[in-house]
């Protein structure tokens, strides 16, 4: 009976997934150095509202206010636990086959390395989505000895518009971890892709992992090798977009293999050049920055908005989500900003970026999303004691 039940509730969260909001789009600011600090942001996260205002002109017609589909408030639900409660459902559901893309958007400084890695005392995204994700694995295995699970892991970035494999000197004869696989623990993606042209890509390394420890420690080793260049704004200011893969393919019982991907992305800083104000190497960079964020925002744009056609093409950036993520896949966008007033025009124009994406139903799909996620929590408890009834 338990098992039936099972059968029948795992059916419904599926269906539900693939249901679900496909684009969403969050906002973070940073905590200001010190309590004193002026803040140029008032935060309403009830409402999942952000008001600007412009610190060079009095009263309340400079004010400006946005609504996101959650807004962090650093005071109260920002941390990095409720960022990451915040995707939860979605990396769950890599495990059936759907694909989840996280985005961190925002100036220089703004933490968005902060949202993805964080540090040893605050784990970001990454660490608390691969912890989940293989625990994950490890309840589908005992749940089901004969299921066959794989994961495998992948960093590349785009750099003046290259993409650069940052695992490529990964042995790939050399069988990796205790369960190590006869024919290697890594193995390349099909080949060189030739696509119409110049729009090649050229082939990556899938390093696959047994655990959360190892899937992160190679994220952490491809992300340090990015081209990082110091500019006015920050000492580690990255130049580069890294994207951070985790593939997994599940097969069980007659059904045929189904792969979920969970990428994530720490794209460049969004800041408009004139600020770094540097030589023209930098510039050159900036130029290719702009390009793919704007890229980058018309396909999210076309996603949302449930567009037909999506203009993949444009940049190596989405070129290369084109190939990593299948139709079925979340986009989750999270746009950081800054709360010091000399980053008004920074923090503005980033937020105007982001409402670029309130397609019509944009409202409606927020509430949808958030519906259908309470629905999927009550379904993931249930399944829950499903699965502990079974193995009693
Ligand atoms: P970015 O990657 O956007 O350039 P970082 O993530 O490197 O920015 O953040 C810049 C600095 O601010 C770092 O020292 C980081 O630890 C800190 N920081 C950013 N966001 C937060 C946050 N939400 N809470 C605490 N510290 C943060
Ligand atoms: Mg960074």
Redesign the pocket.
Known sequence: VWRDAYKSLLQQLTDLEKEAACVQVFC?T??PADEAASSICEITSQSNQIAILDPGRRGTSSRRTYSFDRVFD?SAS?SQEDVFGSVRTACGAVLRGRSLCVF?Y??????????MTG?SE?PGLTPRALDFIFQEIDAARRRSPDIKIRASVSVLEVYCEQIRNLLDDIPTTEARGPHGTADGGASSSSGLRNRTQNTTIPEWTEVEVQDAKEALQLMQKGSSRRAVEATLC?A???RSHCLSCLTVTVEEGSEGPKTGRLALV?LA?SERMYKSGVDGRALKEGAYINRSISALGDVIEAVASKQPHVPFRNSKLTLLLQDLLTHSARLVMIV?VSTRPEDYHETLHSLQWASRFKGADFGAVGVRARRDEAEITKLRAALAKANEEIQT
Do not use: Q, Y
Not at 106 to 115: C, I, L, P, Q
């Open positions: 973070r940073r905590p650093p920002g961190a925002g100036m220089t400084g703004a933490g968005k390395t902060h949202t540090t605050e920050n580690n200011s990255s720490d800083g950081h």
